[in-house]
T-cell receptor
Framework: NAGVTQTPKFRILKIGQSMTLQCAQDMNHNYMYWYRQDPGMGLKLIYYSVGAGITDKGEVPNGYNVSRSTTEDFPLRLELAAPSQTSVYFC??????????????FGAGSRLTVL | QKEVEQNSGPLSVPEGAIASLNCTYS??????FFWYRQYSGKSPELIMSIYSNGDKEDGRFTAQLNKASQYVSLLIRDSQPSDSATYLC????????FGAGTTVTVRA
């Protein structure tokens, strides 16, 4: 079972460049999330999705965009990369939302550096 | 807004000791509680979930829930160096946010 797959694992961007972090899950989960984690800090929710075609903002959405065209995929796009977006990005999925929903499966993470 | 406060740590314990971690919730409506473990450089993984008052044991880990007092704790018995990690208790809301967690170091 692959679970949640993130690509790339590492990436270095120059300021102003754009890129897409890919996330795919094979568990047929409806709910997917993107988090970022800065060194020594907790996870901050960027965007989440409750199903194909439905996305919503989390705590720190500025500078990012998402789409959810299929149940399996939830890509995160960074437009005009800035040094403040240097972080580790985690994609996660869960089978349901709300109470009891905190059974998240995380991907291995994507480490992004913006120089 | 529902908030979670992890009110222990960073924690350093000798090998073989009991590590005790706590989370306090501001929202009395929380129905389910979870503990995640995150090793340095790795992604978080679920280690315990608890839904009812009382204790839930899984190997060397025991989760204790007290809904009236709005806290959940995690006890790690016979701590091992492999238990050195950051432990997270997320908010039980639809945005599933996590705090910084409690970092546990087990000294050999």
């Amino acid at each position: 079972n692959a679970g949640v797959t993130q690509t790339p694992k590492f990436r270095i961007l120059k300021i102003g460049q754009s890129m897409t972090l890919q996330c795919a899950q094979d568990m047929n989960h409806n709910y997917m999330y993107w988090y970022r984690q800065d060194p020594g800090m907790g996870l901050k929710l960027i965007y989440y999705s409750v199903g194909a075609g439905i996305t919503d903002k989390g705590e720190v959405p500025n500078g990012y965009n998402v789409s959810r065209s299929t149940t399996e995929d939830f890509p995160l796009r960074l437009e005009l990369a800035a040094p403040s977006q240097t972080s580790v990005y985690f994609c996660a999925s869960s089978p349901r939302l709300g109470a009891g929903a905190n059974v998240l499966t995380f991907g291995a993470g994507s480490r992004l550096t913006v120089l | 807004q529902k908030e979670v406060e992890q009110n222990s740590g960073p924690l350093s314990v000798p090998e073989g000791a009991i590590a005790s971690l706590n989370c306090t919730y501001s929202d009395r409506g929380s129905q389910s509680f979870f503990w995640y473990r995150q090793y340095s450089g790795k992604s978080p993984e679920l280690i315990m979930s608890i839904y009812s008052n009382g204790d839930k044991e899984d190997g060397r880990f025991t989760a204790q829930l007290n809904k009236a007092s709005q806290y959940v704790s995690l006890l790690i018995r016979d701590s091992q160096p492999s238990d050195s990690a950051t432990y997270l208790c997320p908010r039980d809301d639809y945005k599933l946010s996590f705090g910084a967690g409690t970092t546990v170091t087990v000294r050999a």
